[in-house]
C-alpha cells in the first residue's frame, strides 16, 4: 500500500480534511473563481433526479452538492450524505441548518469504499470533488453502482486534466504554484492545499475514469468538461 508521509491513504486524508473543514468552503469558492456552484448545478442535473427521488451523497463533506441534490428532489425527496471526516459532517450539519431542506437531509459517517447501504437503494449516487482522494478508484464508483436502483445512474463531479495549449500551462501553472499559497494563507497551514496539485497530477485522465465506469458496469458512460476543462462531470447508467 502506497504510504503518505507514513500513513494510509485514507488517513492521510483524513486529516488533510480535519485540518481544512472550517473553510474548505470558503477556499473552494475563492480557488474556482465562484464556479463551484456552476459545477455542482451542472452535476446534479446529470443525475436525472427527480422531485421525490432518493439520493446519496458519497463524500458528502460540507454538504453543498447534498444541499443541492435536496434543492431537487424537493420536500418530498431525501438525501443521505456520507462521509468519514467528522470535522467535515459537523460543517455540513451547520451548512444544512441554514437551508429550507434540514429535515430531508441525513447525515451518515461511513466509509466510501464500503457504503453502508442494501443494494438498490438510491435513484442516484453522487460523489463530489472526492474520487481523486479514495484509496480505490474503482472498488469506489462499483459500491456507488451497487446501491443505485437499475436505472439510476452514477455521477461523479471532479477537478480533471485540461488539453488546450496555453490555458493548460496557465492552469498548472495556478494549480502547482498559487493554489497552495492561497490554501495556506486562507487555512493557516502549509501542507493541505500542497495535496491538491499532487492528488490530480496522480488522478487518472477524464478519458480513463469514463472507462472505469464502464469497467465496473456502468452503460453509457460519458463525461462533460466544464470551465476549458478543469474538471469534469462522469456519468453512467446502472
Request: hydrophobic share 40%; proline share 5%.
Amino acid at each position: 500500500m502506497q504510504q503518505y508521509n507514513g500513513k494510509s491513504k485514507e488517513e492521510f486524508v483524513h486529516g488533510v480534511f480535519s485540518a481544512i473543514a472550517h473553510r474548505y468552503d470558503l477556499m473552494n469558492t475563492t480557488l474556482s473563481f465562484n464556479r463551484d456552484k456552476y459545477w455542482r448545478r451542472f452535476a446534479v442535473s446529470q443525475t436525472g433526479l427527480q422531485p421525490g427521488g432518493v439520493a446519496l451523497d458519497v463524500a458528502c463533506g460540507t454538504g453543498m452538492l447534498s444541499i443541492e441534490l435536496a434543492r431537487v428532489a424537493g420536500k418530498t425527496g431525501r438525501v443521505i450524505g456520507l462521509d468519514f471526516c467528522e470535522s467535515m459532517l459537523a460543517q455540513a450539519v451547520r451548512n444544512i441548518e441554514k437551508t429550507p431542506y434540514k429535515n430531508n437531509i441525513e447525515l451518515v459517517q461511513g466509509n466510501a469504499m464500503s457504503l453502508p447501504f442494501a443494494d438498490n437503494t438510491f435513484d442516484c449516487a453522487t460523489i463530489g470533488f472526492a474520487l481523486r482522494n479514495v484509496p480505490d478508484v474503482a472498488g469506489c464508483i462499483a459500491e456507488m453502482r451497487r446501491v443505485v436502483r437499475p436505472g439510476g445512474r452514477v455521477v461523479s463531479l471532479e477537478l480533471a486534466k485540461p488539453s488546450a495549449p496555453v490555458f493548460k500551462q496557465l492552469y498548472y501553472l495556478y494549480f502547482d504554484q498559487l493554489v497552495p499559497l492561497l490554501g495556506k494563507l486562507g487555512v493557516g497551514k502549509d501542507g493541505p492545499y500542497r495535496w491538491l496539485p499532487n492528488s490530480l497530477k496522480m488522478f487518472p485522465h477524464q478519458s480513463v475514469v469514463r472507462d472505469i465506469f464502464t469497467q465496473v458496469g456502468l452503460r453509457d458512460a460519458v463525461y462533460h468538461e466544464l470551465t476549458g476543462g478543469i474538471v469534469a462531470v462522469h456519468v453512467g447508467t446502472k
